[in-house]
């Protein structure tokens, strides 16, 4: 299937590694002109370096919870680029041992407000744009019920951008402007959060891989897969949605 994304331009946050990384080798790898972040300088190096010669690639370092900073990297994501057609929200502070008000603040800052200050700040491109398309990187801990014993911050704030994903795509939908939301299931990256739980709590880890359908966790390049299709003119009338990559291990049925 020809995606139709040749050409186009867009930004990641959060793109390092895992999902965030694999989004935009696969973006990258469809045409698609990358500006992405991500906090530390030795990861974002590591990825601009590994795509050299495959197509247009800049990388900074930029702390997400710092909303100027998020901004002003998005006015000069558009310069470099020469515009912006995608944006794909992928930071976040991921999920806390520490029942803490400090828990709470990171995951807002990180996971909402970043995401508040992508779009909005790359509003005005994305109304030039003829194929504009946002995607907030979720979870299913935003409405799913996950039993491990950490902070609620990270499924409360993830619901929350999935809900300023749903009002964009219904504000700005009239602008030509889509707006989505993939969540998905527990995905294994090596060094990841995952491989530290197969690692350190291994019970609670086989529980969960034994509790998808196949067995096993999912891959970042499989979240990957679904999330540049839902940006792509290919995906013009998905608008609104959240879609589930797990592997089937959350067991409501949708309708």
Aim: proline fraction near 3%; include cysteine.
């Amino acid at each position: 299937m020809d995606l139709q994304l040749a050409g186009k331009k867009a930004i990641v946050s959060g793109a390092s590694r895992g999902i965030g990384r694999a989004i935009v080798e696969k973006l990258v790898s469809e045409g698609v002109s990358v500006a992405f972040f991500a906090r530390g300088a030795e990861g974002v190096n590591d990825l601009v370096e590994s795509l050299a010669g495959q197509g247009t690639v800049y990388g900074d370092t930029v702390d997400a919870a710092d909303y100027d900073a998020v901004c002003d990297w998005v006015k000069r994501s558009a310069e470099q680029l020469g515009g912006i057609d995608i944006v794909i929200s992928n930071t976040s502070a991921s999920s806390s041992l520490e029942f803490t008000p400090e828990a709470w603040r990171n995951n807002f800052n990180i996971d909402m407000l970043s995401a508040v200050a992508l779009t909005e700040t790359a509003h005005p491109y994305l109304e030039q744009s003829s194929a504009a398309a946002i995607l907030q990187i979720a979870t299913i801990t935003a409405f799913e019920h996950h039993d491990v014993p950490v902070c609620p911050s990270y499924g409360a704030m993830k619901a929350a951008t999935i809900n300023h994903a749903a009002q964009l795509a219904q504000t700005w939908g009239k602008q030509g402007i889509r707006s989505n939301s993939v969540s998905p299931g527990p995905i294994f990256v090596e060094g990841g959060a995952w491989d530290g739980i197969k690692e350190h709590f291994f019970e609670l880890y086989e529980r969960d891989r034994l509790d998808h359908p196949s067995e096993r966790l999912g891959t970042a390049e499989e979240v990957a897969n679904v999330s540049v299709f839902v940006c792509s003119p290919a995906a013009s009338w998905v608008n609104g949605a959240n879609l589930v990559v797990d592997g089937g291990f959350t067991k409501s049925v949708g309708f």
